[in-house]
Structure formats: structure tokens, C-alpha cells
């Protein structure tokens, strides 16, 4: 479920940022750590998927 969230949550910040970058707000900032996370649970949901 972390997965699901966090890649949504991602794409409409990435999506957002596409359509408003006048530099005011720090979108890129947040869709890096967005993207990151969805990244790190990823991996660890395949790698606790494989160690079982």
C-alpha cells in the first residue's frame, strides 16, 4: 500500500511541477524525495520478497 500512495503522490507532484515551475514554489525538491521513497520501498518490497 506505501508503494501505491507514494507513486501517486509522485506523479501528481511531478505533474503539478510540469504545469506551474515559475521557481516559486520548491516542487522539485519535493518530487525528488517523493521519487526516492517510492524507489527505496520498491526495493525493499522486492528484496523482502526474495529473502522469503
Given at each position: 500500500?506505501w508503494?501505491?500512495?507514494?507513486a501517486?503522490?509522485?506523479?501528481?507532484?511531478?505533474?503539478?511541477?510540469?504545469a506551474?515551475?515559475?521557481?516559486?514554489?520548491?516542487?522539485?525538491?519535493?518530487?525528488?524525495?517523493?521519487?526516492?521513497?517510492?524507489?527505496?520501498?520498491?526495493?525493499?518490497?522486492?528484496?523482502?520478497?526474495?529473502?522469503?
Open positions: 500500500m508503494l501505491i500512495i507514494l501517486l503522490s509522485a506523479a501528481i507532484a511531478t505533474a503539478i511541477w510540469y506551474k515551475d515559475d521557481g516559486t514554489l520548491k516542487m522539485n525538491v519535493l518530487c525528488m524525495v517523493l521519487w526516492g521513497a517510492t524507489i527505496m520501498v520498491f526495493v525493499d518490497h522486492t528484496l523482502g520478497y526474495l529473502m522469503e
